[in-house]
């Protein structure tokens, strides 16, 4: 598997993100999804990588918005039959390095509770639970969790 940083407007990856939310929204009510729109994830502040299987298709993703504050983890999602080789550990870890050499040292994110795999990678790789940061309000449907990094 390959994981470059791309264009989230490629048709494939569009279907991807697609994927993403029909699957979401199978877990948790509209207004508990906080998605990031096409347009959002295209801004410069914004890594988006791309995981590709050995033939070139698109199995994964995963972004970073990077703000003076923290850069939060948005868009992570692996699809099912590329579950369980270690792609999200490996996408994430590729974010957050590409986060720190722009400056970031804070990452942070928001999860669901109705997705415990996330939540134990996450917790493997450091993030630990805290409350609703940015924008966001306290949703009984949301985990948020944060990383800061020497």
């Known amino acids: 598997m390959n994981i470059a940083f791309e264009t989230p407007d490629q048709p494939e990856v569009i279907a991807l993100i697609a994927d993403l939310d029909a699957y979401q929204l199978t877990l948790y009510p509209p207004e508990s999804v906080y998605a990031l729109d096409l347009a959002s994830l295209k801004q410069p502040n914004v890594l988006f990588a791309v995981a590709r299987d050995a033939e070139g298709a698109a199995v994964g993703c995963g972004a970073m918005v990077v ?84």
Not at 84 to 107: I, K
């Open 67 to 150: 703000t003076p504050e923290f850069a939060e983890v948005k868009r992570m999602y692996v699809r099912p039959e590329a579950r369980g080789q270690g792609l999200a550990r490996r996408m994430l870890t590729t974010l957050e390095r590409a986060a720190a050499q722009r400056g970031s040292s804070v990452y942070a994110l928001e999860t669901g509770p109705a997705q415990p795999e996330a939540i134990a990678l996450y917790e493997q790789l450091g993030y630990q639970r805290c409350g609703p940061y940015g924008d966001y309000r306290d949703d009984p449907l949301s985990v948020f969790m944060r990383k800061q990094v020497a």
